[in-house]
């Protein structure tokens, strides 16, 4: 299983990012996949999860209403369309397959800061 996430960078609160997952080693529409951030100094923390066919998705209330998430199931290729950014949205994001931190594991995560 190899996870590439990439898309990150240093932005101005209130601007815009849009994260990318490439997938390779596993059959990528087989599995619901998930976003999880971890800022310095603090946990894991979950953010958003889609199921295999990207009709049904969830968010972490701190992120509801700010940040979308979607997948191209023929580009093998999931996205965090990330909105109206604020400075404790720092972290550095992973992309996971399924739904479980484990998930993780063969994936290189993407950092995000956020400047006030």
């Known amino acids: 299983v190899q996870l590439q996430a990439f898309g990150g960078g240093l932005v101005q609160a209130g601007d815009s990012l849009r994260l990318s997952c490439t997938a390779r080693?596993?059959?990528?529409?087989?599995?619901?996949m998930t976003w999880f951030r971890q800022a310095p100094g603090k946990r894991l923390e979950w953010v958003s999860v889609i199921d295999r066919s990207g009709a049904d998705t969830s968010y972490a209330d701190s992120v509801k209403g700010r940040f979308t998430i979607s997948r191209d199931n023929a580009k093998n290729t999931l996205y965090l369309q990330m909105n109206n950014l604020k400075p404790e949205d720092t972290a550095v994001y992973h992309c996971?397959?399924?739904?479980?931190?484990?998930?993780?594991?063969g994936g290189q995560g993407t950092l995000v800061t956020v400047s006030s």
């Open positions: 996971a397959k399924g739904i479980r931190v484990a998930g993780i594991k």
């Open positions: 080693g596993f059959i990528f529409g087989s599995y619901a």
